[in-house]
């Protein structure tokens, strides 16, 4: 016996096996409503070590001071690096002679090359201005110099079409790590500076 099948549902067969398949869609588990309040409260309570953590950071590292005392010569007070600032006695018998100079420098592109170049409008650079600090630092007792120490720094950046660096900036930036210098300096020969007021 011959089953014969229409061909209008072998067609319909086949369109539907082509049918875009619907993403499978898992739907969301309700959990015991206890379960979840004892979730997030193990989220929320900090564990030891994140107690620890935060605690530890909470508190600022000691700051590195000199074994030393002075007395700033013709310098202002707040223009100082954060060493000599933080060693400043009235009665001291050393005295602090600090100097800083500024230099400026500025670099700039061709106006007609930069306006014929099209990456100017997307805000390629046009140049640049930097600044270079230069610092010296003595320490004497009376009229004999114990220590002389002397540091240079450059800081640049660079601008475009649409911004550019203030000079203010820049010229803290170059003071900022310029004083920092003067300040690894002291602490490498704290000691022996140390050394020579003891063995006067």
Known sequence: MRCEVPVASVIAILLAGCAPQQPYLVSP????????????????????????????????????????????????PSEIPPAIAAALAKDAPLTFTYREELTHDEYHLPMLFSAL????????????????????????????????????????????????????ELERAARDAVRARIDEKLFVDADRVSHALVTE
């Open 29 to 76: 588990q309700i959990s015991n409503p206890s379960s979840q309040t004892e979730a997030a409260s193990a989220q929320e309570k900090p564990t030891p070590a994140a107690t620890l953590s935060s605690s530890s950071n909470d508190r600022a590292a000691p700051t590195r001071v000199l074994p030393y005392k002075g007395r700033l010569v013709d310098t202002d």
């Open 117 to 168: 170049d099209p990456v100017t409008y997307f805000g390629s650079p046009l140049g640049d201005y930097g600044v270079t600090a230069s610092a010296t630092l003595t320490i004497s007792e009376g009229d004999r110099v114990i220590a002389d120490y002397t540091a240079k720094t450059h800081v640049q950046k660079s601008y475009n079409l649409y911004s550019e660096p203030k000079h203010s």
